[in-house]
Each structure stands twice: as structure tokens, then as C-alpha cells.
């Protein structure tokens, strides 16, 4: 493969869709067993993880030329045509089966693919603006995907009829608004050199740590309370162990950050995010499988 497309395939940033696979499954989870399929399921993953959030990571990328660590990469590699190319495949791709897939769900994917448009676009450029960019990031990532998720699997926004259900897309908003800012305590050097006044520069590394603490305990709380709701003890002792190993690495790291703010760096924070990441989507999939074969088990004794 050539190597400027070879570049332009690691700017897409692809493995870092993973970050955003707990509000998938999360979403996913939490519906009711009848009324879906694995194909749908697999269908709007393959939508939003391999073509629209790349095409927003690509552009991203595309508008930025980071040269220092960003989302994934320790060293970006130079920003040439061929990623404007990969950017806008990606994007006819990403409108174009979401509006095959369903009316609801194209509407949902347009509306998110503006916003990250304009998140990092040099005219309305959201990242400039701290508080702004946030609360715009932990809604449209959080909330927002849920229904948006929801929307592909079904076909409609019905669920949304069903009041408990509503728990669900705050709890992602809420958790976005925690793990957001975390993903960049590594960037203020580089933010603060391109005019970018994000909400981690403006709290600085500690107050990122405890601003983050908040949200992602009261996103683990009411996701905790929603399950005592749904009376599903089985989810909470899943959810427990599946949380259990990014809270200890985030109270050790903070230990460390509290000597030493260097500690604050993109490997440790890569770190917590694949251990967060991946420790909720396994919690969640674990327990929409088991919700499967419980139904299996009363369909078939």
C-alpha cells in the first residue's frame, strides 16, 4: 500500500472507535429481548464504529495536523490529500447506509456527523470554546448515540414512550461528561498552542481528575439505581466486576498525578481509556448474552 494512504487509514483512527463501544452496548443491553435481531445490531455497529466515527476522527485529523500524541496514536503522521478522500468515502458512506437502514436512524447519524463537522471545523471550531464544546461532546456521544443506537436496531423512536427508559441515554450523557475531559489531560500543551481553551485546560490536571471523578461516580450511581429499578441484581454484580478495574487504575493513576502532574501523560491515559472501554462493553455484552439465553432457556425448558 502506498504510503500516503497508508498514513491516511492510521489518521482515520479506526481502533480508537473502541472508546465509544460501552454507549453501544449499553444501549443495546437495556432493550427489551423481543422486538430485534443480531443483524440490525450488527448493522448500525458496522455504521457508527468502522464509518462515521472515523470519518469524524479522519476530519478531525484532517483540520488539526497534529504532530504531537492524539486519540490513539503516539506520533501522527503527516496529513496529505488522501485523507480528505478517505474522509468524504467515509462520510457518503456512513449518511448513506444509515438512511438505508431507517428514516430515524439516517436523521440521527446527519444531525451527529453536523455536530462533529462543527466541533472541529476552523469556522465554528466548538473545541475553541470549553464549557461549549462539553457539553456538547458528553450529549451527542452519551444521549444522543443512545437514541440514535436505538433508532437503528428498531426501526423507531418508540421506546422513548416507555418513561424508565429514559434513564438510559443521561446515564451515557453522564459518563461522557466524566471520561470526556480525561481524554484530554495529555493535550494541554498542544491545545493551548492552537488556540483550543478546552474544559481540561481550564481545570488544569487535577481539577481534571476531580471534575471527572464527579460525573463518572454519578453516571455508576444512576446506572446502579436504574438496574435496583429494573430488578436485575445479576446486571449490578456484572457491572460491578466489569467497573472494578477502572476505578482502581483511575485512583492509582490519580495517586500518581498527585506527585507528579508528568504522570499525566498519553500513555497512562490511553491506558485508562482501553481498561474503562473495554471493561464496561465486556459488563454490558455479558449481560445482554445472558438476557438472551435466559429467554432461550424459557422458550426451550
Not at 487535577?206 to 454519578?218: A, D, H, N, Q, R
Request: aromatic share 18%; proline share 5%; hydrophobic share 50%.
Amino acid at each position: 500500500m502506498n504510503s500516503n494512504w497508508r498514513n491516511a487509514w492510521i489518521l482515520m483512527r479506526i481502533p480508537f472507535s473502541v472508546y465509544l463501544m460501552p454507549v453501544f452496548w449499553l444501549s443495546t443491553s437495556v432493550l427489551p429481548v423481543a422486538g430485534w435481531s443480531w443483524s440490525s445490531v450488527a448493522s448500525v455497529f458496522v455504521v457508527l464504529h468502522l464509518f462515521l466515527y472515523p470519518a469524524s476522527n479522519g476530519y478531525n485529523s484532517l483540520i488539526d495536523q497534529d504532530t504531537e500524541p492524539v486519540g490513539g496514536i503516539r506520533k501522527p503522521p503527516p496529513v496529505t490529500v488522501h485523507l480528505k478522500v478517505l474522509v468524504l468515502i467515509f462520510d457518503v458512506l456512513a449518511v448513506g447506509l444509515s438512511f438505508w437502514i431507517g428514516l430515524y436512524f439516517g436523521f440521527c447519524v446527519s444531525v451527529y456527523w453536523l455536530v462533529s463537522k462543527a466541533y472541529s471545523s476552523p469556522s465554528i471550531r466548538l473545541k475553541k470554546m470549553p464549557v461549549v464544546s462539553w457539553l456538547v461532546v458528553c450529549l451527542f456521544q452519551g444521549g444522543w448515540s443512545v437514541y440514535m443506537i436505538w433508532c437503528g436496531i428498531l426501526g423507531n423512536d418508540s421506546i422513548l414512550d416507555t418513561p424508565h427508559m429514559w434513564f438510559w441515554p443521561l446515564i451515557a450523557t453522564l459518563f461522557l461528561a466524566g471520561s470526556y475531559p480525561m481524554t484530554q489531560i495529555y493535550q494541554h500543551e498542544s491545545d493551548t498552542k492552537r488556540g483550543d481553551n478546552t474544559l481540561s485546560v481550564m481545570l488544569g490536571v487535577k481539577g481534571t481528575f476531580l471534575f471527572s471523578f464527579v460525573f463518572i461516580f454519578l453516571g455508576a450511581g444512576l446506572l446502579m439505581f436504574a438496574f435496583i429499578k429494573s430488578e436485575e441484581p445479576m446486571a449490578i454484580l456484572i457491572l460491578l466486576c466489569a467497573t472494578g478495574p477502572s476505578f482502581y487504575y483511575f485512583f492509582s493513576w490519580a495517586k500518581k498525578v498527585w506527585t507528579d502532574v508528568r504522570f499525566a501523560d498519553f500513555e497512562h491515559t490511553m491506558r485508562f481509556n482501553s481498561v474503562s472501554s473495554l471493561g464496561l462493553s465486556i459488563g454490558f455484552i455479558l449481560w445482554t448474552c445472558i438476557k438472551f439465553f435466559s429467554i432461550s432457556l424459557d422458550l426451550h425448558p
